[in-house]
């Protein structure tokens, strides 16, 4: 049931774009982004609602595609600040409750100047 | 607002011993949640509650886990007779109701070390 996340890891440089996937086997109602950097608290991205919505802030945005079971996050424009690792948590997937997370494993992302 | 709040911010035990953590949520937050991160790896659900009532615990909690949230406020999160597998994050996080869309924002983490 936990969610898998691609790439595992990517390394950028400043300016550069990248996305990332979040996947479950499951029907996904809600997918919630983080990131975390080394020894801090995951720090909230946003929240995707079933419906196949799109939102964004900043040069981050991220998609929900109900057919594909699938959420994808961008990053436009890369900065140093954007290094961290990024992990998606599903919520309400296959009768579960809302509110309580399942974490894929993270995806490292690394931003060199 | 001074976000969820986690204490100790570190602890080393020996095997064998009691320790217990706490986690003051953000004031209004009416959902606490309590999740383990172990190196490498994304939060796993332990438990959680709605006020002061625990409405779900893993499978990963052993009967040495246990947690409360007395009137609806702060929460403790007890580990009896510590293993060394339980060294890991423990990660507390609040949102304001367990709706779909409802933000859960986390605390710093207690890093339990058992040795």
């Known amino acids: 049931q936990q969610p898998v996340q691609s790439p595992q890891a990517v390394i950028l440089r400043e300016g550069e774009d990248a996305v990332i996937n979040c996947s479950s086997s499951?029907?996904?109602?809600?997918v919630h982004w983080y990131r975390q950097k080394h020894g801090e608290a995951p720090i909230f991205l946003m929240i995707?609602?079933?419906?196949?919505e799109q939102k964004g802030h900043d040069k981050i945005s991220a998609s929900f595609n109900e057919k594909k079971q699938q959420s994808s996050l961008y990053l436009t424009a890369s900065q140093l600040s954007y290094s961290g690792t990024y992990f998606c948590?599903?919520?309400?997937?296959?009768?579960?409750?809302?509110?309580?997370?399942?974490f894929g494993q993270g995806t490292i992302l690394t931003v060199h100047p | 607002d001074t976000g969820v709040s986690q204490n100790p911010r570190h602890k080393i035990t020996k095997r064998g011993q009691n320790v217990t953590f706490r986690c003051d949520p953000i004031s209004e937050h009416n959902r606490l949640y309590w999740y383990r991160q172990t190196l490498g790896q994304g939060p796993e659900f332990l438990t959680y509650?709605?006020?002061?009532?625990?409405?779900?615990k893993s499978r990963l909690l052993s009967d040495r886990f246990s947690a409360e949230r007395p009137k609806g406020s702060f929460s403790t999160l007890e580990i009896q007779r510590t293993e060394q597998g339980d060294s890991a994050m423990y990660l507390c996080a609040s949102s304001l109701s367990g709706g779909p869309e409802s933000e859960a924002f986390f605390g710093q983490g207690t890093r339990l070390t058992v040795v």
């Open positions: 995707l609602l079933k419906g196949g």
């Open positions: 948590g599903i919520s309400g997937a296959g009768g579960t409750s809302y509110g309580k997370l399942t």
């Open positions: 509650f709605q006020n002061e009532a625990q409405l779900e």
């Open positions: 499951k029907a996904l109602y809600s």
